[in-house]
């Protein structure tokens, strides 16, 4: 035999007794036979087909998630906005009409308001808090529910069990965004929720190193998903799902210290004078503490606190961090900081984003991993500057960071 046709047909190693999940990175599987190829291709026989679709590693994740959820089915998407896209698509039609969460992901709003409406699907923006705006909201037309809770970055909270009673009988779906929670610390369906959505690249993953979403819910809803995934390409790609699968193991582990650090900088942040604000769902007096008691069994680390000094405050006190990321994504190990109304909230009017409480001083931190000490050291420093009303001036490196990346070049 020829040497490339040896080196093609070399054939594989086997992975049966490797200790850790293998990726299955192929496009394609084969068949032992014209005839199983078709049964797969026809659903008469259970099997792989093509990895837009069906890949071995995106199905471990999405087992293990829907376990974690208590869900029977998971479906995993290439991000979670192709999440929100699959549901619209496989759900609504034209003429449909959309509840949507007052002050949820800018992006998620304006899909539904935007694009979507350009196929006659309309959508109404209620107070998540509210329960008498949700019955006067909802119409005749109302297909779907939509809500984030908590809500990011005011973290509001939404009566589940309520919302479930109101969505079953107007005949529509309620859909949970649980990214800021994750399975640990709330689980939507046990409350009435249809299908629970996650943006994986946040708390799932852990490290902010990939972008993906998932849903989870019975079968019978996650089946039409599939089949909207088949068609449209939006998939999972196999080392992102080894990735999350992985991520899935620590996440407990990571969600209790992540609480236990927002805890210890929360209280802080009520301490300085600066502070007009903190907003976290295990505030005492927070509106919604009864709820949370009954559905949360755990606190999201992501804080929103207002600054005295409207956005110039807010904006010297972000340029003035050292240690802490100026990054909007959330749930990685390092501590995060974004201002709102200038970057994730950026897409509603100036007077909706009075009317939702996305104010120019609101400051939101996701509290990372690091040591509460070391976080509240640069948030105490970083307060002190947003006082100062001279510009601003380029941040230097902090003496934390300085340090450890001595120690890092000494150690190489």
Request: hydrophobic share 40%.
């Amino acid at each position: 035999m020829e040497q490339t046709t040896r080196a093609i047909h070399m054939g594989f190693p086997s992975l049966e007794d490797s200790h850790a999940a293998a990726i299955a990175m192929t496009s394609a599987y084969d068949f032992t036979s014209a005839q199983e190829a078709s049964d797969r291709f026809n659903g008469v026989a259970e099997g792989n087909i093509y990895s837009r679709f069906t890949n071995p590693s995106v199905e471990h994740f999405e087992q293990k998630l829907a376990s974690l959820e208590h869900a029977d089915a998971a479906v995993a998407f290439a991000s979670g906005m192709a999440a929100y896209l699959a549901l619209a698509i496989t759900f609504l039609k034209q003429g449909d009409h959309v509840l949507l969460a007052s002050g949820i992901f800018g992006t998620t709003t304006h899909l539904f308001r935007q694009y979507f409406g350009q196929f006659g699907i309309t959508a109404t923006c209620v107070d998540l808090d509210d329960p008498h705006a949700w019955q006067e909201a909802i119409q005749l037309n109302t297909r779907m529910i939509l809500v984030e809770s908590p809500t990011n970055p005011l973290l509001k909270v939404a009566d589940l069990a309520g919302l479930s009673r109101l969505a079953k009988h107007h005949d529509a779906l309620l859909v949970v965004d649980n990214t800021l929670l994750s399975p640990v610390n709330q689980r939507p369906l046990a409350h009435g929720a249809d299908l629970v959505l996650h943006s994986t690249g946040k708390f799932i993953d852990g490290q902010g190193r990939t972008v993906g979403g998932v849903i989870a819910g019975r079968k019978a809803m996650i089946q039409p998903l599939k089949g909207y995934l088949r068609s449209s390409g939006t998939c999972m790609n196999a080392f992102t799902a080894w990735v999350l699968s992985h991520g899935l193991d620590t996440l407990k582990a990571r969600m209790t210290l992540h609480e236990q650090n927002a805890r210890t900088v929360a209280a802080w942040l009520r301490e300085q004078p600066c502070v007009q604000q903190v907003f976290a769902t295990f505030s005492e007096d927070h509106p919604q503490a009864a709820v949370i008691a009954r559905q949360q069994c755990g606190h999201s680390p992501v804080l929103s606190f207002v600054v005295d000094g409207g956005q110039d405050a807010a904006w010297r006190c972000i340029d003035a961090l050292q240690l802490v990321s100026r990054c909007t994504n959330i749930g990685d190990t390092k501590s995060m900081v974004t201002h709102p109304a200038s970057t994730t909230h950026c897409r509603y009017s100036p007077e909706e984003k009075a009317q939702y409480g996305i104010c120019d001083g609101l400051v939101r931190i996701c509290v990372g991993l690091e040591a509460s000490e070391d976080i509240i050291a640069d948030l105490q420093q970083a307060l002190a500057a947003s006082q100062k009303k001279q510009s601003p001036q380029q941040p230097q490196q902090s003496s934390a960071k300085g340090q450890l990346n001595q120690e890092v070049a000494w150690q190489s």
